[in-house]
């Protein structure tokens, strides 16, 4: 399973104002004609995006480097935080863009990016455009271009109103880069509980054995522990992180989700609105090398989304934090 889907009980997809694509899916590789859109501005900064009003969309993907970086070349597999703004190449309508704030987080913080592993699908972005991270090199500016079909094909979503026959546009700004083993897991002498806390048992490339207090009521208020201290640098928020991680219900004590039933590590942004607010609150600022213990209240877990399976579910989590992008 795909680390978007799987990982959708915590993480929140960016906005788009469309839901363009129903499901994506694997591509060919783009060509590397120039295309016709023009794209101005610096790397980092919101791009402005522009097309003859002519313009006829390329039938087949048309990937251009606007500005090359000088940081290493990104590889399938590779974990990558990115910005991106789409349009379509007549009328400019938005599709979406990581310089939109998120409602209700920080206006000063740091703006939500695409956080995930290359070769994966995503929520956000088309598979072809993913595809075409592949051989940029870190701090580039690049474009994705060409007709709806050729971009999303198949899973063109009928309800967004656009056709296949009309021109879209990705920019796409690398910001980091990184190969990460999704085998990775803390390792280290694991405290005791506090008192009311649950009970972690983490045997390697298993989903920890999370075990609740008998007759502990849930608490209230969000609840952490680091479990297994780390070394490494600390969490900020904005940062892209890299986890394993075991998921229970405090009501039953069951499984609800783990990183090490979909294949190992996966990544996210932290502190900026993309994971649930247990996960931004409890995260940052800690320690990669950490391995902490959640117990999340519905309200700072999925208590705002009613019809989410997990509404009312106290959560406990075991994250163990193995690298940041």
Not at 195 to 205: C, D, H, I, R, Y
């Amino acid at each position: 399973m795909n680390h978007t889907k799987k990982f959708r009980r915590v993480a929140a997809a960016l906005a788009v104002p469309v839901l363009l694509f129903t499901a994506a899916c694997g591509s060919d590789d783009g060509s590397s004609d120039s295309g016709v859109v023009k794209v101005e501005g610096k790397p980092g900064e919101k791009p402005e995006i522009s097309a003859p009003k002519d313009a006829k969309a390329s039938d087949k993907a048309v990937v251009e480097t606007v500005k090359e970086g000088d940081g290493p070349e990104v590889k399938k597999g590779d974990f990558v935080r990115l910005d991106f703004a789409g349009e379509t190449m007549k009328g400019g309508q938005d599709l979406g863009n990581t310089w939109a704030k998120r409602p209700g987080t920080d206006p000063k913080g740091p703006r939500t990016q695409v956080v995930q592993e290359v070769g994966q699908p995503s929520q956000t972005l088309p598979a072809k455009v993913v595809d075409s991270l592949v051989g940029q090199k870190v701090g580039s500016r690049f474009k994705v271009e060409g007709t709806a079909k050729a971009l999303i094909g198949e899973q063109l979503n009928p309800q967004a109103g656009i056709k296949p026959s009309d021109g879209l546009v990705w920019v796409i700004d690398i910001a980091a880069a990184k190969k990460v083993n999704k085998k990775a897991e803390v390792k280290g002498e694991q405290a005791k509980p506090e008192a009311g806390m649950p009970t972690v048992k983490a045997e390697s490339q298993k989903p920890a054995d999370i075990t609740i207090p008998k007759g502990v009521k849930p608490p209230k208020e969000l609840k952490e522990q680091v479990l297994i201290k780390g070394k490494g640098p600390k969490i900020k928020a904005g940062d892209g992180l890299v986890v394993q991680y075991t998921g229970v219900k405090w009501e039953d004590g069951k499984l609800f989700d783990s990183s090490w039933k979909h294949g190992g590590a996966t990544a996210f942004q932290i502190g900026t609105g993309s994971v649930v607010q247990g996960w931004d609150k409890g995260l940052v600022g800690k320690n990669v090398g950490d391995r902490v213990l959640l117990v999340v209240p519905p309200k700072e877990g999925y208590g705002g989304q009613p019809g989410n399976e997990l509404a009312k579910n106290t959560l406990v989590f075991s994250v163990d934090i193995v690298d940041t992008i």
